[in-house]
């Protein structure tokens, strides 16, 4: 493990700045999961965490990954599929409260958005050789897997039938939205205390939530950067600190509980 400090708006590498050419893609309504459903298991089995990036979707398979970008303002972030819905006319997506943060939704509470798959179920990239979207049977597409591959675009203002797009049809190439950051990635001692507020697995989301962070505690947010070689996996845990001791910690601590943070919890820097 390696805690990394951030300067304004740095990260761990030029590549969580690269985005995908993505082959699918919805148009319609997004909401967010109420905190009253902390807890509750989702149609996937797993319990909601609205520290997660996380989201409903009616077709995905679970383990989906898909960025939603606000059509209003163009922010954007990646989640994970695991529960189905939601099953409201013009809807297509609920997200975790921790999501809807990253975007700017909870003020608005609901917002228009294109959601785009980033990564299937299995872990493969979209837009790669690997990630035909049509089995082929006999030299034939196989129209079933064409069906499920390109999920029906929703919109809540009704159009004459002769008007509306098909879901297959192939999405016109665009530009899309970027951002251009300063890096300034720096290596930080493991000395001192520090408090773990996020806990992210996937590299798309740790810009939003390092900026979302260094907003509230300039120049004081640590980046955990954790590999698993064996399996493949990478934990990034948003730390903010360091703090010379539990004391002061434990105060910060309780003034990011008080900002929603309430998962957060204080850390030795020095066992990483």
Not at 60 to 77: C, E, M, P, W, Y
Not at 148 to 159: F, L, T, V
Request: with cysteine; glycine share 6%.
């Amino acid at each position: 493990m390696r805690p990394i400090a951030f300067s304004f708006l740095t990260l761990l590498s030029i590549t969580f700045l690269s985005s995908f050419l993505l082959l699918q893609e919805e148009i319609g309504k997004a909401g967010y999961y109420a905190d009253s459903l902390q807890g509750r298991k989702t149609a996937s089995g797993e319990p909601y965490d609205k520290a997660e990036f996380t989201c409903a979707h009616k077709t995905l398979a679970f383990g989906t990954k898909i960025r939603v970008t606000r059509l209003d303002n163009q922010k954007s972030v990646v989640v994970r599929v695991n529960d189905r819905g939601p099953f409201v006319e013009g809807y297509v997506t609920d997200i975790s409260r921790a999501a809807a943060e990253a975007i700017g939704l909870i003020r608005d509470g609901v917002t228009k958005v294109k959601i785009e798959i980033v990564e299937t179920a299995a872990g493969t990239k979209v837009g790669t050789p690997a990630t035909e979207s049509m089995k082929l049977v006999a030299g034939k597409p196989d129209a079933k897997a064409a069906s499920q591959s390109k999920p029906a675009q929703y919109n809540s203002d009704p159009e004459p039938a002769t008007q509306k797009r098909s879901s297959l049809e192939s999405p016109q190439a665009v530009k899309l939205p970027s951002e251009l950051y300063s890096m300034d990635i720096q290596r930080s001692r493991k000395e001192g205390f520090g408090v773990q507020v996020s806990t992210l697995y996937d590299a798309n989301n740790v810009i939003p939530m390092v900026k979302k962070l260094q907003q509230e505690w300039p120049k004081q947010v640590l980046v955990n950067v954790e590999e698993d070689e064996s399996y493949n996996k990478t934990t990034y845990r948003l730390i903010i600190g360091p703090f010379r001791d539990t004391k002061t910690a434990t105060i910060q601590q309780k003034a990011a509980a008080k900002k929603g943070y309430k998962g957060c919890f204080v850390v030795n820097l020095g066992d990483m």
